[in-house]
């Protein structure tokens, strides 16, 4: 087990240590990359970018931004918008330089498993037209994590 610091100074595993990420994990970095966000905030932008295909219920996200905390992949935002602007009582969080490198090892993980898949042509080309999107992906139970 590889491990790096973070600017903490704690000791952390090694990106590669904490793969696989679970999809509702995966997600929520997704989410944080380049913006803080409030929970609720996260959820839409999830069922956004995923045109509705994926949708996080509220249970699922406060049990991984839970994780999430403790793993130190996220972390919450000190910094509050302007109370006239927003609700005092949400949290805002933002991805941690550790859950960007996770992140950036998940994906690249990801990234060779496709790769792979197409090298074996699981997709028939009929198939392939959504590739570049999440195109016809449907989940189970009406997509919901």
């Known amino acids: 087990m590889t491990q790096t610091q973070d600017s903490s100074e704690t000791t952390l595993p090694a990106p590669e ?3 696989p990420l679970t999809p509702a994990t995966f997600h929520v970095l997704l989410a944080l990359v380049g ?3 409030h929970g609720y905030s996260i959820m839409r932008e999830v069922e956004s970018y995923t045109r509705g295909a994926i949708r996080l ?3 699922t996200l406060y049990r991984t931004i839970k994780q999430m905390l403790a793993a130190r992949l996220i972390e919450e935002a000190e910094e509050r918008p302007d109370p006239e602007l927003d609700d005092e009582r949400r949290r805002y969080y933002r ?3 550790f859950g960007q490198r996770v992140l950036q090892a998940e994906t ?3 990234a060779a498993l496709v790769a792979l898949a197409h090298e074996k042509c699981v997709l028939a ?3 392939r ?3 570049g999107g999440l195109g016809g992906v449907a989940l189970a ?3 919901a994590l």
């Open 108 to 110: 690249r993980r990801l």
């Open 57 to 59: 219920g509220a249970t």
């Open 129 to 131: 037209r959504g590739v």
């Open 35 to 37: 913006q803080e966000r």
């Open 95 to 97: 991805i941690t330089p």
């Open 17 to 19: 240590d904490v793969l």
């Open 141 to 143: 139970g009406g997509g």
């Open 125 to 127: 080309a009929d198939d």
